[in-house]
């Protein structure tokens, strides 16, 4: 299964957005799954249903800070390239969907959505083109790590 296939099919298995880019790459990552995917739960619907950044835009981001990211308080170059980073990673996913903000990926009117999230059905995965944003940021993600080795 590509991490693109993994990603769709987490969040088609009840994942949100980000949980399921996370999981998708969960091998590469030195943290275990329930703690990433413990972090990635605030995630979804653009930050809490807030409608805010796409929770596989944040997904993505939360796997590059642990593959290439610094961890101290950094200024000047480690952090400048670090954002160059994250900044070629939100540029490629808004290349492919003009924005990386849900609400507008999404057509929706409401900046800060009801909480509780919608039920899972089949009329819900027609409505929402969620599952193919989240195959595209796993394979933006997946790009970039093959172009960009690990150190």
């Known amino acids: 299964m590509t991490r693109r296939e993994a990603a769709m099919a987490n969040f088609l ?3 949100n957005c980000s949980q399921s880019i996370i999981l998708a790459f969960e091998d590469m990552l030195p943290v275990d799954k329930a ?22 835009v944040s997904g993505m981001f939360m796997i590059a800070g642990l593959l290439y990211g610094y961890d ?15 900044q070629e990673l939100a540029r490629r996913f808004e290349e492919k969907h003009g924005s990386i903000v849900c609400r507008e990926m999404l057509g929706l ?3 800060h959505d009801v909480p509780v999230p919608e039920a899972r ?3 819900y995965y027609k409505k929402r083109p969620c599952a193919e944003i989240i195959g595209d940021a796993a ?6 790590i ?6």
Do not use: W
């Open 121 to 123: 059905t089949n009329e």
């Open 72 to 86: 101290g308080p950094e200024t000047g170059q480690v952090k400048a390239d670090h954002y160059a980073r994250i």
């Open 146 to 151: 093959n172009e960009n080795p690990i150190n």
């Open 109 to 111: 009117d409401v900046k």
């Open 13 to 15: 298995n009840g994942y």
């Open 35 to 56: 703690t990433m995917s413990k972090l990635a739960s605030s995630f979804g619907g653009g930050m809490g249903r807030l409608r805010e950044v796409c929770g596989s």
């Open 139 to 144: 394979e933006i993600l997946e790009q970039y």
